[in-house]
């Protein structure tokens, strides 16, 4: 599950469309956090703003009502005109008729609404005594301590969220009610005199709130959800058509020119890519048919002539018997037959680097051909004074054709005995890797390749120098790479592990060579198919 959860993610279109989900959704959240701060928040606000007021308007009373008593007390002679408004009397008289100008304010207030629910909720508290249509209500301040008056500052404002039980008429369980106020404290020369809470019934907003956030919050799951599936499917129908052009690409690199794109004539880009994408592969078959029109020319007007003149030059060696005429006729055809075998060893590359003969690969236990090569080589590696050893796994599969896998061990093990000096070693190794590939290795204790030059040597033609004394047309390592190729198998080139390294006492002038074909796993087809 989860490596098909990886591949949908790896597919481009899947994020891209994944990306434009969450950005829809980011956008959602923004357009819907707007409606909610200009239809929530802010009515919110603005009873927080009329809250304030109200109190600010409930001091104004206070202080407009206490003047007015003590001024119409010195008119009457309770007390003295000259006595200041701080003395005991002046204050009794200012507090008492202002506290009773806002009791019967938030008395009025507050009953105006009857048993519905409130529009507004006061406390007010003087002393022992406490009115207010909340006076004997059961408050909880939300989140803190129980009493909200308790709580209000000596000299600003607090605003409180409380929630208090509303009893209607027809209802005998009351109804927990959420309402938003303001703590605040009327003031007497700068005293503290009485706490008041003002508030405003807020439930139906909080309502809508909740009601609103929920909305939100499913909307952009719907929308993340529809994202994912919209993605998922748009991206299945995107991936179908890449997994046909990547089909396409397999059949074409084993061979198959006569493959094409399919075409829905849509005229969309997938559509013009496959348009293009079939023009180039007609192009490129017809490329490909006059190279091997013109190697098939070049075949058959050059290997004639050529052995035709191989031929004439053996005979007119024997002819001549044992002189030195002969021995330069001799030397003339070795160079004929040396030409022959490098122009067919080109055409061999080109027409494997074209794909062909894939189409004949098979899945077989390598072990028989090596036990063939194995014995076939020993008696020319005990001529050039070499061991030789062997080491193949048994019931390995591997996916190849008999003649290209001989020709290319072949290769290596004639590089091998060609370079390694007297009482040299050559091993000949087959085994299993971790990942389930085999590895067909020759190794040798000679003076190896330059970790540098190892990849150039795989081109046509490339020969060391220390190499150019000795017989040969550089094209042997290109044949195996050509090989390796068709078989989608590496040709790896390392220093033999099986020799000492330098650093801890081996020879630095023999750090050795390991040419190593390594296989992808293979599947059995059938018994018949293995050999």
């Known amino acids: 599950m989860f490596g098909s959860l990886r591949k949908l993610y790896r597919n481009t279109l899947f994020r891209l469309s994944l990306l434009g989900a969450l950005l829809f959704v980011l956008s959602l959240f923004v357009a819907l956090g707007y409606i909610y701060y200009a239809t929530i928040q802010s009515e919110l606000s603005r009873v927080d703003r009329a809250n304030e007021t109200e109190i600010a308007e409930l001091q104004e009373f206070y202080d ?71 006076a004997l209500q059961q408050l909880e301040k939300t989140g803190e301590e129980p009493n909200p008056l308790l709580s209000g500052s000596e000299t600003r404002f607090t605003q409180v969220n409380i929630v208090y039980p509303l009893k209607k008429l027809d209802d005998a369980d009351p109804e927990d009610r959420r309402a938003r106020a303001m703590v605040g404290n009327i003031f007497l020369n700068g005293k503290s005199t009485a706490k008041i809470l003002v508030g405003r019934d807020v439930e139906n907003i909080e309502r809508t709130g909740e009601r609103v956030r929920t909305a939100i919050l499913t909307s952009a799951g719907i929308a993340l959800l529809l994202g994912l599936l919209s993605s998922f499917f748009v991206s299945r129908r995107f991936a179908r058509q890449v997994e046909g052009f990547n ?43 006059a190279m091997r029109y013109a190697g098939d020319s070049v075949a058959h007007d050059l290997r004639t002539p050529l052995t035709r003149l191989r031929t004439r030059l053996e005979t007119a060696a024997v002819d001549l018997g044992d002189t030195d005429e002969a021995m330069i006729l001799y030397e003339a055809a ?79 093990l004639e590089n091998a005995i060609k370079y390694t000096p007297r009482d040299g070693s050559i091993k000949l190794v087959s085994r299993k890797k971790r990942g389930g590939g085999i590895e067909i290795a020759i190794r040798d204790d000679g003076p190896g390749i330059p970790s540098w030059d190892r990849e150039r040597v795989k081109e046509r033609f490339v020969r060391l120098d220390k190499s150019r004394s000795l017989p040969g047309s550089g094209l042997g390592l290109s044949l ?18 099986d020799l000492l390294p330098v650093d801890k006492g081996g020879d630095p002038d023999r750090p050795g060579l390991s040419a190593a074909l390594i296989f992808p796993r293979a599947k059995a087809e059938s018994k018949s198919s293995q050999i």
């Open 247 to 289: 089909r396409l690409a397999t059949d074409i690199r084993a061979g198959n020119l006569d493959r094409r794109a399919p075409r829905n004539y849509s005229e969309d880009e997938m559509d013009l890519l496959a348009e293009h994408l079939n023009a180039m592969l007609d192009h490129i078959s017809r490329l490909m048919q």
């Open 64 to 134: 407009r009502a206490g003047t007015r008593a003590v001024n119409q007390a010195r008119q009457i002679g309770l007390i003295a005109p000259q006595e200041p408004m701080t003395s005991l009397t002046s204050r009794q008289i200012y507090h008492q008729n202002g506290m009773e100008q806002i009791n019967n304010l938030v008395i009025a207030r507050g009953l105006s609404y009857g048993d519905l629910p409130y529009e507004r909720v006061y406390i007010l508290q003087a002393g022992d005594r406490v009115t207010g249509n909340l």
């Open 480 to 497: 195996v790479e050509a090989v390796a190729d068709l078989h989608r198998a590496e040709f790896v080139m390392t220093d033999n592990e």
């Open 334 to 412: 070795g160079d004929a037959d040396q030409l022959l075998s490098t122009f067919d060893s080109v055409l061999r590359i080109a027409r494997l680097e074209a794909g062909e003969r894939r189409e004949l690969l098979k899945p077989l236990d390598p072990k028989p051909i090596l036990d063939d090569l194995a014995e076939l080589y020993e008696p020319a590696c005990e001529d050039a004074g070499l061991s030789f050893e062997a080491d193949i796994a048994p019931k390995t599969l591997i996916l190849a054709d008999r003649g290209l896998l001989s020709q290319a061990v072949s290769n290596l």
